[in-house]
């Protein structure tokens, strides 16, 4: 699929996806618990459709109903489900969903598209393997996936690289349900704030655990267990970027409804970067008013916001100066290398980006339409899409349906803003083509 972005004025009102994040974790909370579990309003397209499945794999019975899941819960039967899961496009599926398999003495196989197959996971693997698991890695060219693994997990002691917080994660919710104490050490840790929202997640459950204030140790008492629940997913900040750097550039204001300012999620920080480079923000209860003007360059720190960086480097490429992002060298094991991708495709459509290690440099410009690709990747997919309705001319997006995996109605909700974007399903051969 290809998506055709012309130069547009959004305006208006939007509501912002589920979250992505929390539906995951309500998942594997749902799955493991004993009894019945309700989620409401989650995502249940991409990565919500991923989780689902991984879920269902467990073992776990899954029924939907008018947009949300009912979930009947495993209960500690680790032995149910099927040996083989499928995580798609999913990373946070598959990490999370990893250390839930190795609950059991039977040997699951992960696997996943080709894009989650070039996605480090062995950090994880060795974490596992400390506590007990058994990994059996399939690829002689380095690639962590297709993987399988069994347990039971023993508890004990494990140290674990946090470059990704989803290795972290991954250990806490797996660990109350093993029979014995668990201790991790966590090394490197980045993304603090996706930690602390499965910490939140663990003291809704009643689930004992004592960490150090730098959430860089842990114990966690053995022999616990998920209850089941009733929640309602909230909206998701790493969505609603996209539509904030849109306002922000544009000028005319946009308001994002469905947020909650209360919630764990670390990319809600997004609206205070936009801030930092001159945007106006009016928060309310459950909405946000974004105004653009005339951005200028920043210092900003992007290690707990590492998903942001797309939609940032494009409110960059409009801004006046120079922006440097520092300190997010995870947004290099995304769903792709975000920040070499980010330079590519910016450049061609005439920005000057410099690569850092750990970040990157924009200097602001004038954007020219150009022939982008997404690289199968969501967020650079959407970012690209609000490069193209602020540059001249007619910019194309390669692979834009990988959008998908984090938010569906993409065109469909920027169309009602004033966004002028066309979906061709075979440009080539002028085949299916649609407009919104």
Same mark, same amino acid.
């Given at each position: 699929?290809?998506?055709?972005?012309?130069?547009?004025?959004?305006?208006?009102?939007?509501?912002?996806?589920?979250?992505? *994040?929390?539906?995951?974790?309500?998942?594997?909370?749902?799955?493991?618990?004993?009894?019945?579990?309700?989620?409401?309003?989650?995502?249940?397209?991409?990565?919500?459709?991923?989780?689902?499945?991984?879920?269902?794999?467990?073992?776990?019975?899954?029924?939907?109903?008018?947009?949300?899941?009912?979930?009947?819960?495993?209960?500690?039967?680790?032995?149910?489900?099927?040996?083989?899961?499928?995580?798609?496009?999913?990373?946070?599926?598959?990490?999370?969903?990893?250390?839930?398999?190795?609950?059991?003495?039977?040997?699951?196989?992960?696997?996943?598209?080709?894009?989650?197959?070039?996605?480090?996971?062995?950090?994880?693997?060795?974490?596992?393997?400390?506590?007990?698991?058994?990994?059996?890695?399939? *690829?002689?060219?380095?690639?962590?996936? =297709?993987?399988?693994?069994?347990?039971?997990? &023993?508890?004990?002691?494990?140290?674990?690289?946090?470059? *990704?917080?989803?290795?972290?994660?991954?250990?806490?919710?797996?660990?109350?349900?093993?029979?014995?104490?668990?201790?991790?050490?966590?090394?490197?840790?980045?993304?603090?704030?996706?930690?602390?929202?499965?910490?939140?997640?663990?003291?809704?459950?009643?689930?004992?655990?004592?960490?150090?204030?730098?959430? %860089?140790?842990?114990?966690?008492?053995?022999?616990?267990?998920?209850?089941?629940?009733?929640?309602?997913?909230?909206?998701?900040?790493?969505?609603?970027?996209?539509?904030?750097?849109?306002?922000?550039?544009?000028?005319?204001?946009?308001?994002?409804?469905?947020?909650?300012?209360?919630?764990?999620?670390?990319?809600?920080?997004?609206?205070?970067?936009?801030?930092?480079?001159?945007?106006?923000?009016?928060?309310?209860?459950?909405?946000? %008013?974004?105004?653009?003007?005339?951005?200028?360059?920043?210092?900003?720190?992007?290690?707990? %916001? =590492?998903?942001?960086?797309?939609?940032?480097?494009?409110?960059?490429?409009?801004?006046?100066?120079?922006?440097?992002?520092?300190?997010?060298?995870?947004?290099?094991? &995304?769903?792709?290398?975000?920040?070499?991708?980010?330079?590519?495709?910016?450049?061609?459509?005439?920005?000057?980006?410099?690569?850092? =290690?750990?970040?990157?440099?924009?200097?602001?410009?004038?954007?020219?339409?150009?022939?982008?690709?997404?690289? /199968?990747? /969501?967020?650079?997919?959407?970012?690209?899409?609000?490069?193209?309705?602020?540059?001249?001319?007619?910019?194309?997006?390669?692979?834009?349906?990988?959008?998908?995996?984090?938010?569906? =109605?993409?065109?469909?909700?920027?169309?009602?803003?004033?966004?002028?974007?066309?979906?061709?399903?075979?440009?080539?051969?002028?085949?299916?083509?649609?407009?919104?």
């Amino acid at each position: 699929m290809k998506w055709i972005v012309r130069p547009s004025k959004l305006s208006g009102a939007i509501a912002v996806p589920p979250s992505k *994040s929390h539906t995951i974790r309500a998942l594997i909370v749902a799955a493991l618990a004993s009894g019945d579990s309700a989620i409401r309003r989650p995502l249940l397209e991409g990565d919500g459709a991923s989780a689902i499945r991984a879920a269902v794999s467990l073992g776990a019975t899954v029924d939907m109903r008018d947009g949300d899941i009912f979930v009947r819960g495993v209960g500690g039967d680790m032995s149910l489900g099927t040996d083989h899961i499928d995580m798609g496009n999913s990373g946070t599926g598959l990490n999370l969903f990893c250390s839930a398999a190795a609950l059991g003495g039977r040997r699951r196989r992960f696997d996943g598209d080709a894009s989650l197959r070039a996605r480090p996971v062995r950090p994880l693997l060795d974490a596992l393997a400390q506590l007990g698991a058994s990994v059996s890695i399939e *690829s002689a060219q380095g690639q962590d996936l =297709p993987f399988a693994i069994s347990g039971p997990l &023993k508890g004990g002691r494990a140290t674990v690289d946090g470059i *990704s917080s989803q290795f972290v994660s991954s250990l806490l919710f797996a660990a109350p349900l093993i029979h014995s104490d668990t201790h991790i050490t966590v090394q490197n840790l980045h993304e603090q704030p996706y930690v602390e929202m499965t910490l939140w997640w663990l003291a809704g459950q009643g689930i004992e655990v004592e960490c150090s204030k730098e959430l %860089t140790t842990y114990k966690i008492r053995g022999g616990q267990g998920y209850k089941p629940f009733d929640a309602v997913i909230p909206g998701d900040f790493s969505s609603a970027a996209f539509s904030a750097v849109a306002a922000a550039i544009g000028g005319s204001p946009v308001m994002l409804r469905g947020l909650d300012f209360s919630d764990t999620q670390g990319d809600k920080e997004i609206f205070c970067h936009l801030e930092a480079m001159g945007a106006k923000v009016e928060r309310g209860q459950s909405e946000v %008013t974004v105004y653009g003007g005339n951005l200028h360059g920043a210092i900003i720190d992007l290690n707990s %916001t =590492p998903d942001a960086l797309p939609a940032l480097a494009v409110a960059a490429a409009s801004a006046q100066g120079e922006t440097v992002f520092t300190n997010v060298e995870q947004a290099r094991i &995304k769903e792709t290398d975000r920040i070499a991708v980010m330079a590519q495709e910016l450049g061609k459509m005439g920005i000057e980006v410099k690569e850092l =290690p750990d970040g990157m440099v924009v200097r602001g410009g004038r954007l020219r339409a150009a022939l982008v690709e997404s690289h /199968h990747d /969501h967020r650079v997919a959407m970012a690209l899409a609000v490069a193209g309705m602020n540059a001249d001319g007619e910019t194309v997006i390669e692979g834009a349906e990988a959008a998908g995996i984090t938010y569906g =109605p993409f065109v469909e909700d920027f169309s009602r803003l004033g966004a002028n974007i066309a979906v061709d399903f075979d440009v080539d051969a002028k085949k299916s083509k649609s407009f919104f």
